[in-house]
Antibody
Framework: QVQLQESGPGLVKASETLSLTCTVS????????WHWIRQPPGKGLEWIAY???????NYNPSLTSRVTVSLDTSTNQFSLQLTSVTAADTAVYYC??????????????WGQGALVTVS | QSALTQPRSVSGSPGLSVTISCTGT?????????VSWYQQHPGKAPKLMIY???ERPSGVPDRFSGSRSGNTASLTISGLQAEDEADYYC??????????FGGGTTVTVL
């Protein structure tokens, strides 16, 4: 069974960089697309970015100037960095797995979520 | 980015049916078959309920069904049960290889 687990600081100061890591177990990160999705408290879901082994990542146009995602298949982890954070970036951040666009479309496995508060 | 519009809330009595709509605001969403639906209970991660408009993953009760007409996708819950009370989000692949979620709908079982 595939499992995803987010980790990283729960508190980030305004104007600094938010960094999170998602550790994947039960499967290889060389397959599938790996996504970051966030949810501000009491609000809806917002797609942030995806990365796939051997390809350039793709980002939400509204965040593209501040977001970087990377993938380390040797540790089966992928990461999110969001620069120049403000209170509006306070959210639960989820990592999720996707089989790849164009054939079918769903996020089937999700991490439990990591609350990041910008102070 | 393209947006998906959902009603803020719907409600129904146990045993009856509710339908949640999800309307795309541009032609690059919903008009294809890459629409999925997620159920989210408070404090929990979203759970996949429907994918590719109308496909149901293994383990999801057949009370949940999906459909699409033009640029509006719908999720129907038949035979409503107490445990169906949750937030539901639609999601669509966008042709620019991005994804967009609807604003979410709270389902209340009366």
């Amino acid at each position: 069974q595939v499992q995803l687990q987010e980790s990283g600081p729960g508190l980030v100061k305004a104007s600094e960089t938010l960094s999170l890591t998602c550790t994947v177990s039960g499967g290889s990160t060389r397959n599938f697309y790996w996504h970051w999705i966030r949810q501000p408290p009491g609000k809806g879901l917002e797609w942030i970015a995806y990365i796939y082994y051997g390809r350039s990542p793709n980002y939400n146009p509204s965040l593209t100037s501040r977001v970087t995602v990377s993938l380390d298949t040797s540790t089966n982890q992928f990461s999110l960095q969001l620069t120049s954070v403000t209170a509006a970036d306070t959210a639960v951040y989820y990592c999720a797995r996707h089989p790849g666009p164009g054939v079918t479309d769903y996020f089937d496995f999700w991490g439990q979520g990591a609350l990041v508060t910008v102070s | 980015q393209s947006a998906l519009t959902q009603p803020r809330s719907v409600s129904g009595s146990p045993g009856l049916s509710v339908t949640i709509s999800c309307t795309g605001t541009s032609s690059d969403v919903i008009s294809h078959d890459y629409v999925s639906w997620y159920q989210q209970h408070p404090g929990k991660a979203p759970k996949l309920m429907i994918y590719d408009v109308s496909e149901r993953p293994s383990g999801v009760p057949d009370r949940f069904s999906g459909s699409r007409s033009g640029n509006t996708a719908s999720l129907t819950i038949s035979g409503l049960q107490a445990e169906d009370e949750a937030d539901y989000y639609c999601c669509s692949f966008v042709t620019s290889y991005t994804w967009v979620f609807g604003g979410g709908t709270t389902v209340t079982v009366l």
